[in-house]
């Protein structure tokens, strides 16, 4: 009971900060994202024809959004957590019956909820461009949910290894992004020749972005469920990783 | 019951400086107490590790029976903290920081109101309750700290210099409402550099002086230790040469001001007016030259530099480890 009342603390205090700099949170990824179906999915998408027999713009409508996503889970936990261990703020959580699991799971579901939200929104705006189908509703949804978690929690290590400002900033701009790029967003890995497919299939992006293109449009690079039990498994593992980070006091406690 | 017991603590940091030397002290439930000690006398690092803040060496800590180690969560429940830094969310209202803290304790929204409203309205806050904290003055923030460490009512206050850089007036009404929560049965521990405030405050004391602690007693005890006073006389009359009093040391500092030792059991402060009548002087108002608890505290703390730099041969202080 008290622990339930601790993460609805957390969590309220998470969605209330969403929305309270929404023009930072909610708005860019929907003007950036916008942006892309314009130029890539409206522009030059028409005259790059189909791509497994879909046309262009729609082959990149599911990547756009699993992007905003993973971008947006992530940013949010590692810009929240870095701000309140910046301000001292998150003494407030420490010194209190708060649990560690508790106090991870309040701002990895913060994050989790931001990104939907942010995905929620690039689907709205996907939708002024091209038409939308759900072919396996069950998986998208668990694709989702399950990247969101994922990039919820890398945010929240990377909040808590982080010794400055700039530190939250090097994963993302030179990790995720990068990845996310060549994860399969604008192209099929059949496109590449047979050395870059088999080293894109190192890279975790691919099948988050093949599982979400899956349950969108019914096609995939890869083995649906092979992306599913990977994804599972990350989860997990950075579940761990949090934990035994919070245990230890990295960033926390001296 | 001890609301406190702390048991051979050691703090060792990861650069090799030692900050606690495996101290002992217990505070009493109901006590007022207060922990003195010079800057990086280790006051703040016992308070962070009795709060859960920063991790200790070794020893043991209990909060009402309670190792924070084995049973952290219940310990946790008991202890409110107003830290020395200011420590909320800038971009917060008042009301929002409050709500928050109670909901990371448990509380559920329909009681946290209650009592958010209780001690917004007893520290003069309640009309600032929709304010972000970011335009709060200094002693307005100083007091939601001690409105959200009070917030899960807890058993044991704890106030690492509740009252730096607030105005005197702040800073009295503040020792009234604390004292108020004293009186209800909360214990409360003070540290503080106003040394008054500690004086008049507090009903036992601890003295720490590089990681040890070098006094516990009764603030009466202690201030009994004070053999000899000084006391400040304004005259009715102005004197030109300083006046010979048996067994009283004076100092005259001008015309309309003499310093007068008085030691604590020779001598009889009525027979020093007797002398200074017997001369033609007459007293118009007398002060201590310094607070008593202020010229303890720094003879303990230079009994114990001297008994380091003896100890070891080395100069503590002079290396810049206070």
Same mark, same amino acid.
């Given at each position: 009971?008290?622990? &339930?009342?601790?993460?609805?603390? !957390?969590?309220?205090?998470?969605? &209330?900060?969403?929305?309270?700099? &929404?023009?930072?949170?909610?708005?860019?990824?929907?003007?950036?994202?916008?942006?892309?179906?314009?130029?890539?999915?409206?522009?030059?998408?028409? =005259?790059?024809?189909?791509?497994?027999?879909?046309?262009?713009?729609?082959?990149?409508?599911?990547?756009? #959004?699993?992007?905003?996503?993973?971008?947006?889970?992530?940013?949010?936990?590692?810009?929240?957590?870095?701000?309140? =261990?910046?301000? =001292?703020?998150?003494?407030?959580?420490?010194?209190?019956?708060?649990?560690?699991?508790?106090?991870?799971?309040?701002?990895?579901?913060?994050?989790? !909820?931001?990104?939907?939200?942010?995905?929620?929104?690039?689907?709205? !705006?996907?939708? +002024? +461009?091209?038409?939308?189908?759900?072919?396996?509703?069950?998986?998208?949804?668990?694709?989702?949910?399950?990247?969101?978690?994922?990039?919820?929690?890398?945010? +929240?290590?990377?909040?808590?290894?982080? =010794?400055?400002?700039?530190?939250?900033?090097?994963?993302?701009? +030179?990790?995720?992004?990068?990845?996310?790029?060549?994860?399969?967003?604008?192209?099929? !890995?059949?496109?590449?020749?047979?050395? &870059?497919?088999?080293?894109?299939?190192?890279?975790?992006?691919?099948? #988050?972005?093949?599982?979400?293109?899956?349950?969108?449009?019914?096609?995939?690079?890869?083995?649906?469920?092979?992306?599913?039990?990977?994804?599972?498994?990350?989860?997990?593992?950075?579940?761990?990783?949090?934990?035994?980070?919070?245990?230890?006091?990295?960033?926390?406690?001296? | 019951?001890?609301?406190?017991?702390?048991?051979?603590?050691?703090?060792?940091?990861?650069?090799?400086?030692?900050?606690?030397?495996?101290?002992?002290?217990?505070?009493?439930?109901?006590? *007022?107490?207060?922990?003195?000690?010079? @800057?990086?006398?280790?006051?703040?690092?016992?308070?962070?590790?009795?709060?859960?803040?920063?991790?200790?060496?070794?020893?043991?800590?209990?909060? *009402?029976?309670?190792?924070?180690?084995?049973?952290?969560?219940?310990?946790?429940?008991?202890?409110?903290?107003?830290?020395?830094?200011?420590?909320?969310?800038? *971009?917060?209202?008042?009301?929002?920081?409050?709500?928050?803290?109670?909901?990371?304790?448990? %509380?559920?929204?329909?009681?946290?109101?209650?009592?958010?409203?209780?001690?917004?309205?007893?520290?003069?806050?309640?009309?600032?309750?929709?304010?972000?904290?970011?335009?709060?003055?200094?002693?307005?923030?100083?007091?939601?700290?001690?409105?959200?460490?009070?917030?899960?009512?807890?058993?044991?206050?704890?106030?690492?210099?509740?009252?730096?850089?607030?105005?005197?007036?702040?800073?009295?009404?503040?020792?009234?409402?604390?004292?108020?929560? @004293?009186?209800?049965?909360?214990?409360?521990?003070?540290?503080?550099?106003?040394?008054?405030?500690?004086?008049?405050?507090?009903?036992?004391?601890?003295?720490?002086?590089?990681?040890?602690?070098?006094?516990?007693?009764?603030?009466?005890?202690?201030?009994?230790?004070?053999?000899?006073?000084?006391?400040?006389? @304004?005259?009715?009359?102005?004197?030109?040469?300083?006046?010979?009093?048996?067994?009283?040391?004076?100092?005259? %500092?001008?015309?309309?001001?003499?310093?007068?030792?008085?030691?604590?059991?020779?001598?009889?402060?009525?027979?020093?007016?007797?002398?200074?009548?017997?001369?033609?002087?007459?007293?118009?108002?007398?002060?201590?030259?310094?607070?008593?608890?202020?010229?303890? *505290?720094?003879?303990?703390?230079?009994?114990?530099?001297?008994?380091?730099?003896?100890?070891?041969?080395?100069?503590?202080?002079?290396?810049?480890?206070?």
């Amino acid at each position: 009971m008290n622990l &339930w009342v601790s993460f609805k603390t !957390i969590l309220a205090k998470e969605i &209330w900060r969403i929305f309270r700099v &929404w023009t930072q949170t909610l708005l860019p990824s929907g003007i950036t994202m916008g942006l892309y179906f314009v130029i890539f999915g409206n522009l030059l998408g028409s =005259r790059l024809g189909t791509i497994e027999g879909t046309p262009y713009i729609l082959f990149i409508t599911p990547g756009l #959004i699993m992007m905003a996503v993973i971008m947006n889970s992530y940013a949010n936990v590692v810009s929240s957590l870095y701000i309140s =261990r910046f301000q =001292r703020s998150i003494e407030e959580i420490l010194v209190s019956t708060t649990s560690n699991m508790v106090f991870m799971l309040g701002f990895v579901v913060g994050g989790m !909820i931001r990104g939907l939200l942010v995905g929620i929104v690039v689907t709205i !705006i996907a939708l +002024f +461009f091209t038409h939308l189908e759900l072919k396996h509703t069950f998986v998208l949804l668990l694709v989702l949910t399950l990247s969101a978690f994922f990039f919820s929690l890398a945010g +929240f290590a990377n909040a808590l290894v982080a =010794r400055d400002f700039d530190d939250t900033m090097i994963i993302p701009t +030179f990790l995720i992004t990068p990845l996310t790029y060549l994860g399969g967003v604008f192209y099929s !890995i059949t496109f590449l020749p047979d050395i &870059w497919q088999k080293v894109s299939l190192f890279n975790p992006i691919l099948y #988050i972005v093949n599982g979400f293109r899956y349950g969108m449009l019914g096609v995939s690079d890869i083995q649906i469920s092979i992306a599913l039990l990977i994804m599972t498994l990350a989860c997990g593992l950075m579940c761990l990783l949090n934990l035994y980070l919070l245990k230890k006091g990295t960033g926390l406690r001296q | 019951m001890n609301a406190l017991t702390i048991q051979n603590l050691t703090k060792t940091y990861p650069n090799g400086f030692t900050a606690l030397k495996g101290i002992n002290l217990t505070v009493a439930e109901g006590d *007022f107490f207060a922990l003195l000690g010079p @800057n990086g006398a280790g006051k703040s690092t016992t308070i962070s590790i009795t709060t859960s803040l920063t991790y200790k060496t070794s020893g043991e800590v209990k909060i *009402f029976g309670h190792d924070i180690d084995k049973e952290p969560s219940l310990a946790k429940s008991y202890i409110g903290v107003v830290p020395q830094e200011f420590n909320c969310n800038i *971009f917060e209202t008042v009301f929002n920081v409050l709500k928050y803290q109670a909901g990371y304790y448990g %509380i559920p929204y329909k009681i946290a109101k209650i009592r958010i409203e209780k001690y917004l309205k007893k520290l003069h806050l309640w009309d600032m309750r929709n304010k972000t904290i970011r335009t709060l003055s200094g002693g307005m923030k100083r007091r939601v700290m001690i409105a959200r460490a009070l917030v899960h009512e807890p058993k044991l206050l704890i106030l690492d210099e509740p009252t730096a850089g607030v105005d005197i007036e702040i800073r009295r009404t503040m020792w009234e409402f604390i004292k108020e929560i @004293n009186q209800q049965g909360i214990t409360v521990i003070l540290t503080t550099h106003y040394l008054e405030e500690a004086e008049s405050l507090c009903k036992n004391i601890a003295i720490i002086d590089q990681g040890e602690i070098i006094e516990n007693t009764s603030m009466k005890a202690l201030l009994q230790q004070l053999d000899v006073e000084t006391f400040i006389l @304004n005259l009715s009359n102005s004197i030109t040469e300083l006046p010979q009093l048996k067994n009283f040391t004076t100092r005259m %500092i001008d015309n309309t001001t003499l310093e007068v030792d008085v030691h604590k059991h020779c001598d009889d402060i009525n027979e020093l007016f007797i002398q200074l009548n017997h001369h033609g002087i007459r007293v118009q108002s007398m002060r201590n030259k310094i607070n008593r608890l202020e010229e303890l *505290f720094m003879r303990l703390i230079k009994k114990n530099d001297d008994n380091m730099i003896n100890n070891d041969g080395i100069d503590y202080e002079s290396m810049g480890q206070l």
